[in-house]
C-alpha cells in the first residue's frame, strides 16, 4: 500500500528542490539561431528548435510569380480543414491539398479568383470565401470592375460547392456592406439544418445604389447604418443558395475609442501640408467593426477582436449574439484574434500592430507592443494578467507581428502554436496566465536583406497531429513537435489523440481525449516536471499505473479503481490537486 500524499508531504515538501514549480527555468538555445539567418526566398536559411520540418511545398503555378517575389497579388492567406484536406486562401483566390502524405503534399484545385484575403473556411461540401476587394467580380473575372456601382462586384461571402474538389462550383455570393475581411464558421447543436457565418467587414461602405439598405450615416441619425455592427448569414445547409442575413447585431453600442499605442517614435511620420485627414467616422470614437471573431460554442461564447477592444460575447443564441465585456488596454494597438483556453476560463487577444505589412520585432521594439495579452474570466469580466511575445529580435526587412494560431491539445495545458509573419512560428505555454514560456519554434532568414520584401507564416495550426503553416510568399509548410524537456512523448502522444472531421481556426473546437494510459502519463510526466509533489508518491503513482495497464480483465478494474481511490483520497492534500483530479478521472474512464 503506497504511503498516503498528506503523510510524504509533511516531510518531503521541507527537501530542497522537492516542490516549487515556479523556480524552473525555461531553458532556450542561447545565442538564438533565430538572429542572422541567411535571406532568401526559397534559400533563405531555416532553423528549429523542439520541431522539425516534415516538407515544404511551393504555391501551384497559377499562384506563384517568379519574376516578383512577395508578389502583393499572391499572398496566402488563411487556412481551414476537412479530412485530408486542407484550402488555403490567396488574394487572387484559394487552393487546395492533400494532406493524406504528409511528406508529399498533392494540389487537388487551384481556384483564381480575386477579391483580397479570401480568408476561408469549411463544412461539409460547402467552402466559405471572404471577398472585401472593391475589384472582385462575382464571376472570379481577372478585369476587376471598373464602374463605381455595379451588379458585378462581389463583396461580402462567397459560397462554393466542394463536393467535386477539382470543379468546384460558385453557389451564391451573400453581398455585404462592408465586404468580408474575415468570416467565422459557427455551427449550432440545437440547430444541424444550419450554419451560420459571422462577418468581419473593415472596408468602406458601398453604394446603396450597389446593395440597397448600405448606409454610411451614423447609427444616431441612421439607426439602420451599416457601421457599427456585424453581419451574421444564415446557410441552409440542403440549400446554401438561399444563405441569406439574418441578423446584423450592434454588438459595440455604447462604447467610446479606447486609448492604444501608436508607432513607435521611429516609425512616425509628419502627415504632409494640406494631406487630407485620416478617415474617420465624424461624432463617434468608438470601434466600427471587429477584425476577427472567435467562436467557442462549447462554452457559449466568443471572443471579437475589435478596433481598440477585446470584446467577450455570449453566442448561446448563435443569430443574435450580445456583447457582455469589452477589455481595452493601452498597450494593444490592432485587435486582431482570439483563442480561448480549453474550459474556457481565459482568452487571449494578440495584436496586429502594424498591420502585418511592417517590422514590429526589432530589439528596439516594446515587448508589450505587437504581443498577446492574456486575460482570465472573472464572472463576465476580463481580468488581464500578462502579455506575451516571440522573443527572438528580427530585422527591420522582416514584417513580423503577433498572427494567427491554435491551441495543441495536450491535456491539462495550455498550449499553442503561433505565427509571427517573418518572426516565423513559435509554440508556448500560457498555462500560467502570469508567466508563458516558449517551448519551440522555426524560423527563416528574410525574404531580402536590403529592403521588406513581404513573406513569412500568415497563420499556423495545429490539425489532427501535425502543424501547417500557411506561408504568403513561399506556400504550405508542415512540422512535427518532437519530444523535449517542456513537452514529453506522452503529451504529444495524448495530444494526437483528438482528432477532427474538419477544423476552422476561428470555431474553436473543445478538445475531449479518450480513456487511454498516455492520457494519464501525460499528467504524470507534467507533475514530474513541476516537481510539485513528492518524488515517492509519483514514483508509486506511476508504477500502479505501469502494473494496471499489463494485467488483463477484472485484475486491471480492480488494480485502476484502487488506484482512483487513492487518488481521490490524496487531491485534496495536493499541491497538484487539479492534475490529480483529472488523473484520477482518466484512471475511472480506463476502469470502465
Known amino acids: 500500500m503506497q504511503t498516503p500524499l ?22 532556450q538555445p542561447t545565442p538564438d539561431p533565430r538572429v542572422g539567418l541567411k535571406a532568401g526566398w526559397f534559400d533563405a536559411e531555416e532553423t528549429a528548435w523542439n520541431i522539425k520540418l516534415v516538407s515544404t511545398t511551393k504555391p501551384s503555378e497559377s499562384f506563384l510569380n517568379m519574376s516578383t517575389p512577395g508578389d502583393a497579388r499572391l499572398k496566402n492567406s488563411d487556412l481551414a480543414f476537412s479530412g485530408n484536406l486542407v484550402f488555403q486562401g490567396n488574394y487572387s483566390g484559394w487552393q487546395v491539398w492533400d494532406i493524406g502524405n504528409p511528406r508529399k503534399l498533392k494540389l487537388r484545385a487551384a481556384f483564381v ?71 467565422t464558421l459557427v455551427t449550432d447543436p440545437k440547430d444541424p439544418e444550419n450554419v451560420y457565418i459571422y462577418v468581419s467587414g473593415s472596408a468602406g461602405v458601398r453604394s446603396n445604389q450597389e ?48 486609448t492604444r499605442h501608436g508607432d513607435a517614435a521611429a516609425d512616425r511620420r509628419e502627415r504632409p501640408a494640406g494631406a487630407p485627414a485620416r478617415p474617420s467616422v465624424a461624432g463617434r470614437g468608438g470601434p466600427t467593426q471587429c477584425h476577427d471573431i472567435t467562436a467557442y460554442p462549447a462554452v457559449g461564447l466568443a471572443g471579437g477582436a475589435c478596433s481598440g477592444y477585446g470584446i467577450l460575447l455570449d453566442i448561446r443564441d448563435i443569430k443574435n449574439p450580445k456583447r457582455i465585456y469589452a477589455a481595452s488596454d493601452t498597450n494593444m494597438s490592432a485587435w486582431h484574434s482570439a483563442t480561448f483556453s480549453n474550459d474556457g476560463s481565459k482568452v ?134 518532437t519530444p523535449s524537456e517542456h513537452i514529453s512523448r506522452n503529451e504529444l502522444d495524448a495530444a494526437k489523440l483528438v482528432k477532427y472531421s474538419y477544423f476552422n481556426a476561428q470555431e474553436q ?51 485502476l479503481n484502487a ?25 475511472k474512464a480506463l476502469a470502465k
Open 6 to 27: 498528506r503523510s510524504l508531504l509533511g516531510a518531503a515538501l521541507l527537501i530542497a528542490g522537492s516542490t516549487a514549480a515556479s523556480t524552473n527555468v525555461h531553458a
Open 113 to 183: 479568383c480575386p477579391g483580397s484575403q479570401s480568408d476561408v473556411t469549411v463544412f461539409g461540401n460547402l467552402l466559405f470565401v471572404s471577398a472585401e476587394a472593391v475589384s472582385g467580380r462575382v464571376d472570379c473575372g481577372l478585369g476587376g470592375v471598373q464602374d463605381e456601382v455595379s451588379k458585378d462586384r462581389a463583396r461580402g461571402i462567397r459560397i462554393i460547392d466542394i463536393s467535386d474538389i477539382e470543379h468546384p462550383r460558385t453557389i451564391t455570393t451573400v453581398q455585404t456592406c462592408r465586404g468580408s475581411h474575415t468570416n
Open 348 to 481: 487571449l487577444f494578440s495584436d496586429e500592430w502594424g498591420g502585418g505589412s511592417s517590422p514590429r520585432c526589432r530589439a528596439t521594439d516594446k515587448k508589450e507592443w505587437g504581443a498577446d495579452a492574456i486575460f482570465v474570466r472573472n464572472g463576465d469580466k476580463l481580468d488581464f494578467k500578462s502579455y506575451f511575445k516571440m522573443p527572438a529580435p528580427q530585422t527591420s526587412q522582416e514584417n513580423c507581428v503577433a498572427h494567427n494560431g491554435s491551441l495543441i491539445p495536450i491535456p491539462g495545458r495550455e498550449v499553442m502554436v503561433q505565427s509571427w509573419y517573418q518572426g516565423g512560428i513559435n509554440v508556448f505555454d500560457w498555462t500560467d496566465p502570469y508567466r508563458a514560456y516558449e517551448i519551440a519554434f522555426f524560423d527563416r532568414g528574410p525574404m531580402d536583406f536590403t529592403a521588406l520584401v513581404g513573406g513569412g507564416h500568415w497563420s499556423a495550426y495545429w490539425y489532427n497531429g501535425l502543424i501547417y503553416g500557411s506561408e504568403i510568399s513561399r506556400g504550405l509548410d508542415v512540422w512535427e513537435l
Open 211 to 258: 446593395l440597397a439598405g448600405c448606409s454610411a450615416t451614423n447609427p444616431d441619425i441612421d439607426p439602420n447604418s451599416s457601421l457599427f455592427r456585424i453581419e451574421v448569414i444564415q446557410v441552409p445547409v440542403k440549400n446554401p443558395a438561399a444563405a441569406a442575413i439574418v441578423s446584423s447585431p450592434r454588438i459595440f453600442e455604447g462604447l467610446t475609442e479606447a
Open 563 to 587: 488506484l482512483a481511490t487513492q487518488l481521490d483520497n490524496d487531491a485534496a492534500a495536493s499541491p497538484e490537486a487539479e492534475r490529480v483530479t483529472a488523473l484520477s478521472a482518466v484512471v
Open 509 to 559: 473546437p473543445q478538445a475531449v481525449w479518450p480513456a487511454a494510459f498516455v492520457v494519464a502519463r501525460a499528467y504524470t510526466d507534467q507533475m514530474a516536471r513541476n516537481s510539485a509533489v513528492p518524488k515517492a508518491w509519483l514514483d508509486g503513482v506511476v508504477a500502479q499505473l505501469a502494473s494496471a495497464e499489463k494485467a488483463k480483465g477484472d485484475k486491471r478494474v480492480t488494480a
